[in-house]
């Protein structure tokens, strides 16, 4: 069974970055398309980035494009959202999702496995 933990979340100024990991557990990534989504206080919750099984295929929102950088390290079992540039609209609850089924969109894709969630405020 696989477990998704998130990490690195926080508290950071606007224009600031974070990096979030989210680290595997009970399943190897491997077979795995992996992908990030946030939801901020009454808001629905909105996919913002995935990456293929392999690394080869990522995707983004188009509110975090150019701005966030998703990628994966399948020997540490472990993946990584890089977020430069922070916005006080990406504040938000943001967590790791996982599924067998290819990422074709962040906006259509509907991730079996869910971790638990880590926040992140951008604020002054």
């Known amino acids: 069974q696989l477990q998704l933990v998130e990490s690195g979340g926080g508290l950071v100024q606007p224009g600031g970055s974070l990096r979030l990991s989210c680290a595997a557990s009970?399943?190897?990534?491997?077979?795995?398309?992996i992908g990030w989504f946030r939801q901020a206080p009454g808001k629905e919750r909105e996919g913002v980035s995935c990456?293929?099984?392999?690394?080869?295929?990522?995707k983004y929102a188009d509110s975090v494009k150019g701005r966030f950088t998703i990628s994966r390290d399948n020997a540490k079992n472990t993946v990584y959202l890089q977020m430069n540039s922070l916005k006080p609209e990406d504040t938000a609850v943001y967590y790791c999702?996982?599924?067998?089924?290819?990422?074709?969109?962040?906006?259509?894709?509907?991730?079996?496995?869910w971790g638990q969630g880590t926040q992140v405020t951008v604020s002054s």
């Open positions: 990456i293929s099984s392999s690394g080869g295929i990522t």
């Open positions: 009970g399943w190897t990534l491997d077979y795995y398309a």
């Open positions: 999702t996982g599924d067998r089924s290819p990422c074709s969109s962040v906006t259509y894709w509907h991730p079996s496995k």
